[in-house]
């Protein structure tokens, strides 16, 4: 893809966040976008410094985000929020209302109920509104995608999506205990745990499948340093098809820095992929015949093209490169969008996504409530 890198204003993303620096490196990778504007903190000294660490010129730098979008209007071409997601719900409002296209860090919003009203005026403004999600950025899981949508794997029978974190019970190394950002220490409607967490496995599993949640039934407890907060959640699920699957995602489970695990059952074979070996893949066949692919395996077709081997197999690609992929196909999305005012992508997801993985969190925290299996109804 050749195209003239677009002109970001970024919102949020100061070198202090969790993610900010990851998403700048990310966008930044292949020259597709260039960080030109923005207000990165509310600290006037982080502000500064991102700005300098970004390339940002100081005259561009702003104190309040709706000033830099007033001011800066006209110089940039897309809106980039990566503020905690509490606040995703009125920044991305104001935008799509005042057309400026954006993409927003995953959990896009909180509830169903500001994703419903995203998804509405998005339709009616036709704006552009993309999400984050980086882990289906990974070659090996779109090849894992193709293998299922080719049949390899024979009929898709049952899953497992796993995501077991320890970072609300691990102490550093002098024993002190976690701090997390205060936001994610208030669990509202929808647990923070299932924004952090939940919404990437959901989104996988639709990637991978193209099939949705019909029914679950789950627990959820608090196990870590943090009283009342939700940091451990299991959960059955019926999907289209027949198909049943198992998610696990956790903050307080011991010896997993970020345990993203997923595992693909189908009648012919099966598929596991795990992010702390990105560039493998286990593939078991019904005859008991077992193969690792990796980018320099024969069998391999999307892993190996060249947009994934920015340098040749053996030497991995990792987190940040994979990240940058899927910032590379939203700019394809975003080039189409431009010349047609629509857009569509196998990659890129928006604010429908979204929605539906809302009621699919909230189907979860109902089921923990009434004990029971709990069916989702879409609406649109």
């Known amino acids: 893809m050749t195209i003239q890198p677009f002109r970001v204003a970024l919102i949020g993303g100061g070198i202090n966040s969790a993610a900010g620096y990851a998403h700048y490196c990310a966008m930044t990778l292949d020259g597709i976008f260039n960080v030109v ?5 509310r600290n006037a000294d982080i502000n500064a410094a991102t700005a300098k660490r970004y ?20 110089s940039f071409d897309i809106v980039v929020v990566l503020t905690p997601t509490p606040s995703h719900h009125a920044i991305v409002r104001y935008c799509i209302l005042n057309g400026f296209p954006v993409i927003c860090e995953k959990a896009l919003v909180a509830n169903a109920e500001d994703a419903d009203d995203l998804l509405q005026i998005t339709k009616e403004k036709k704006g552009f509104l993309a999400v984050t999600y980086n882990y289906t950025g990974y070659p090996m899981l779109r090849e894992l995608k193709k293998m299922i949508s080719d049949g390899r794997l024979g009929k898709i029978i049952h899953f497992q999506a796993l995501m077991p974190q320890e970072g609300f019970l691990r102490k550093d190394s002098r024993g002190n205990k976690p701090k997390p ?6 669990d509202d409607r929808i647990p923070v745990i299932h924004l952090d967490l939940a919404v990437h496995l959901h989104e996988i599993i639709y990637y991978l499948t193209g099939l949705k949640p019909c029914e679950v039934i789950s627990d959820h407890s608090s196990k870590g340093f943090f009283e009342n907060v939700t940091d451990n959640v299991e959960c059955l699920a019926k999907y289209e098809d027949d198909v ?19 595992e693909i059952f189908g009648t012919e074979a099966s598929a596991k992929w795990v992010q702390g070996n ?4 286990i593939v078991s066949y019904a005859d008991g015949a077992r193969i690792i692919a990796d980018r320099g395996y024969s069998g391999v077709t999307i892993a190996n093209e060249e947009r994934y081997t920015r340098f040749k197999a053996g030497h991995p690609a990792g987190f940040i490169e994979a990240f940058a992929n899927v910032y590379r196909d939203i700019a394809s999305a975003f080039a189409c969008y431009q010349n047609t005012k629509t857009w569509s992508s196998d990659e890129v997801f928006g604010v429908e996504l979204v929605f539906d993985g809302m009621l699919f969190l909230k189907a979860m925290v109902n089921s923990v409530n009434s004990k029971k299996w709990e069916k989702i109804t879409y609406v649109r």
């Open 37 to 41: 504007t923005g207000s990165f903190s």
């Open 244 to 262: 049943r699957g198992h998610f696990w995602f956790s903050k307080s489970a011991l010896g997993y820095r970020n345990g993203l695990e997923v």
């Open 181 to 186: 950002q205060q936001w994610r220490l208030t």
């Open 55 to 74: 390339g940002v010129e100081t005259k561009r730098v702003w104190n309040d985000w709706k000033e830099a979008l007033k001011h800066e209007q006209g």
């Open 278 to 281: 990105p560039e493998e893949m």
